[in-house]
């Protein structure tokens, strides 16, 4: 152990902190929090709200994958949103809900997992960092129940493994392990009947892609809060493949040809649903 560290441990110790950040911060200065303060009472203005993710597992890890849309009541407020994070090296984030909210519960939870490792010397056990990302959204609820909700999608191998894992959320915190694949989001009902239909087993990473972009176009053609792959402005989902080498994006490059064939392939097709 090095001289920072050394120094930085008791006084961790006598600050009263633990190896999670958020009950730190918790104890410390809660309203720091994204959902550390209290709401007026009063009508919620409209926010924008970001859908729809997907997953799925395939041979050798798992992926998530997002549109790049976000609505505010029946507008578009924003075209470019991300919507899928790497939580840490090995698992990812997906949102769906009040974007701003969100996005900061993203960032607390990445500083939770990297906080744990910094203070324990070791990552947390995927079913770990799963029960911790619950915790974060249940202490959510009370802006929840004021219409700021904030619904999850967690993804990833152990570490050295190439098994992936499926978690999803309810607004309560409740913790709910998937398998094969999973969608949230306004437009899951779609995608979700797509993943059903196009999945398999011991699918290799370039057909999961696929499957996962073909579905997000799916639950675009029903349902307006889902942006489908954007031809004019180059826009395509934003997609992460977890394996025992880590997490890692798909480039817009790997994406331009998928999103190009499923629409060829559709256009061929001519068919109205």
Known sequence: MDSHHRGSV???????????????????????LPFGRSLPAGQMPETPHGTTIVALTFAGGVLMAGDRRATMGSMIANRHIEKVFPADRYSVLGIAGTAGIAIDIVRLFQVELEHYEKIEGTQLSLEGKANRL???????LPMALQGLSVVPLFAGVEAGGSSGR?????????????????????????ARGALKKLWRPDMD???????????????????????????????????????DDGATRVSAEALAPVVQAIMDRRTAEGREA
Do not use: C, Q
């Not at 008791?10 to 720091?32: C, I, K, R």
């Open 134 to 140: 619950g915790a974060m959204i249940r202490a959510n």
């Open 166 to 190: 499926l978690f999803s959320y309810d607004v309560t915190g409740g913790r709910y392990a998937e398998l094969e694949h999973h969608s949230v989001g306004s437009g899951s009902v779609f």
């Open 205 to 243: 990473r370039d057909t999961a892609v696929a499957v996962a972009v073909e579905a997000l176009v799916d639950a675009s053609d029903d349902d307006s809060a889902t942006g489908g792959p954007d031809l004019v402005r180059k826009l395509w989902p934003s997609v992460y493949v977890v394996t």
């Open 10 to 32: 008791p006084f961790l110790e006598a600050a009263g902190a633990s190896s999670s950040f958020l009950d730190f911060v918790t104890a410390s200065n809660p309203a720091l």
